[in-house]
């Protein structure tokens, strides 16, 4: 167990429609990431946030969106679903601080989505 | 965003040495080097993390040159339960690549 929640585990929805995935990190781990990872592709990254603030953009659709809570805890937001969107989504959290260096990042179960 | 270059497949056999390598051209000074290990459905656990020179745990070895600019995971004699996807992700902006699928034949 890494310590890091994923909700819902499972997801079916239809497309068009729009879900919310929540991620609650590590106790401590100000840094939060989300993956993509659609059927035996490697890890897409999504995004990345710090404390509250987006430090890093990788290859995320206008469609999604997060944001991370005072209290840490971070969603993802999938809004007009596709049938593509059907994939993995990983959340990690690390303890990491820019400059720091030792950024193991913790993952969580993931959230498996299925759009029909 | 620092990103990292590997190959994307290897095989091997049981009870041999495998060694899969990672370019870091883009890797910050602080930043250390990390490799991953992921099985299908799972999210990706940590194997080993390295600065400079060698590191060893009791699963692997990693191997850093004075210069950074990459990094070499060493499996020491493989079995099947080491066939698994193998990443190494760089940096505090980090991304991960499509890593290794590393599978191991009986």
């Known amino acids: 167990d890494s310590g890091v929640t994923q909700t819902p585990k499972h997801l079916i929805t239809a497309t068009g429609q729009r879900v919310t995935l929540r991620c609650s990190p590590r106790s401590g781990d100000l840094s939060v990431y989300w993956y993509q990872q659609s059927l035996d592709q490697g890890l897409q990254f999504l995004i990345q946030y710090y404390n509250g603030e987006e430090r890093a953009k990788g290859n995320i659709l206008e469609r999604f969106s997060a944001q991370q809570f005072p209290d840490l805890h971070s969603e993802l937001n999938l809004s007009s679903l596709e049938l593509g969107d059907s994939a993995l989504y990983f959340c990690?959290?690390?303890?990491?601080?820019?400059?720091?260096?030792?950024?193991?990042?913790?993952f969580g179960p993931g959230t498996r989505l299925t759009v029909l | 965003l620092a990103k990292t270059t590997q190959p994307i497949s290897m095989d091997s056999y049981e009870g041999q040495e495998v060694n899969i390598t990672c370019s870091h051209n883009n890797i910050a000074t602080n930043d250390y080097i990390t490799w991953y290990q992921q099985f299908p459905s799972q999210g990706p656990r940590f194997i080993i993390q390295g600065y400079k020179t060698k590191v060893t745990n009791e699963v692997a070895s990693l191997f850093i040159p004075a210069d950074r600019k990459s990094s070499t995971l060493s499996l020491p004699r493989v079995s099947l339960s080491d066939t698994a996807v193998y990443y190494c992700?760089?940096?505090?902006?980090?991304?991960f690549g499509a890593g290794t699928r590393l599978f191991v034949k009986a």
């Open positions: 990690a959290s690390s303890v990491a601080k820019e400059g720091q260096g030792v950024y193991e990042q913790f």
């Open positions: 992700p760089g940096g505090f902006k980090t991304i």
